[in-house]
């Protein structure tokens, strides 16, 4: 006979407040938990025990779903903004060996590809293996940089398929993290998505200083920069509005909806067709 | 092989199809209260079609480990007793929940099926385990919940090959499941679930004395 307990244990059967108890309950082993309900006076009969098995674990499931969906998209913002700060660090020191490197080696060259080539180099003095040293970790740098994008490109469609399957994994985790997390980004405005990563830019145009952006981050996709520029503003004001409602179908219902991006890539179309008839 | 009580074939536009007798999930055909079970979209379904010897009666506790969406546990609910539907992925788990809502005796549980200590403490002892989950080591998943088996219960398994190694060939893949799964449980039948779903090997076992 097992000593373990059943979830509803301390539960009040009026209240069937059980959400921790069957979340992080435990026991080694089933019993025959309804009989052990009943007979704790927990429940009337067998009927009354399941109909109260069935609020309580429809319950407790609806908020542990949100729960796990809403950390989850915080860890994409993290693998985000991991994955620009190694570019962004990985980019600034390749300058800086660069510069030094170009002087040591008697070639120049930049960028990441030149401080891999300093790392083949055979150093011949403290400094120069300060050089190489300073070079690997660009290469280290940039090395993590594409597993994070790696993982940001697996893990993005669990979180947010339509958005992901729409923009493509890493601008849909970009545009999660520039809002803060799915939730708000399924609650802003699609004037405000399209804008998003332009924040300079819109309060300098807010101040009076300067035109109204026409595109932030989505500017990365192909149906903003692949469209001439004329009709650029049209054709992001489409990615946007759609990239939104991508969201909020992830965000609230989490269904697939392809016809999302039927009806975006049939607007895109439209806009571009508009320029060449001119 | 028969079908379980409340599972019968039905005719679905002049094709001829599983059924079982429930609310509706979400746009299945659905014709004088009888819902089509898709054998493609349903490894227990495929079973069925496959002739499986699957002992069910209907009218049983089940313990459903891998309950995705809720496709099959919904046919399962249907015209089993009260239904347990374990699931780990938060996103299936939303539809799942929905299903559950629209029956009396399905509780969902978002748990994970290689840790049935979790759950032990809500899953009363069952006469059926059906068992679909897409992970590595199905068959120690099955060894962990066989306690939740009654001594004459039965589990049915779709084994995954491509879980387990995506080089491998199956064959040899099901062969390793099959003896790990037997130190626990003898096999009563095994087929593959082709054409419904290509590489799956369907298992009926009951708990070894």
Redesign the interface.
Known sequence: MTTDTGWFEGVDPEVLDARDAIEDGTAESPAAWPDRAIASGFASDADDYYDKLREATIETAREAVAQRERADDQQLVHAVRAMDDCERTANELAERVAEWGGSRVGKSGGGVAFAREITEHEPDSDLDEQLRALAEQVVDLDERATELRASIERFTPEVAPNLSSMAGPVLAARLIALSGGLKQLARSTSGTVQVLGAEDALFAHLRGDAPSPKHGVIYTHEYVRGTDPEHRGSAARALAGKLTLAARVDHYSGERRPELEAELDDRVATIRARGEDE | MSLPEGVQRRSFDGRESLATRGPQVSEESIVDGWRRWDPDRSKVGAMFEDGLEHGLEGGERVLYLGAASGTTVSHIADFAG?TYAVEF???P?????EV??DR???????KDARKP??Y??????VEVLVQDVATRGQAEVALANR??LEPDGHLLMAIKARSEDVTADPESVFEGVCETLSSGYEILDRGRLEPYHDDHLGVVATPRQ
Request: hydrophobic content about 45%; cysteine-free.
């Open positions: 009260p992925a938060p996103r788990t939303r539809d799942l929940i559950a809502a009396d005796r399905l509780f969902p549980l978002l200590e979790t032990a403490h809500v899953v009363e002892p306690q939740f």
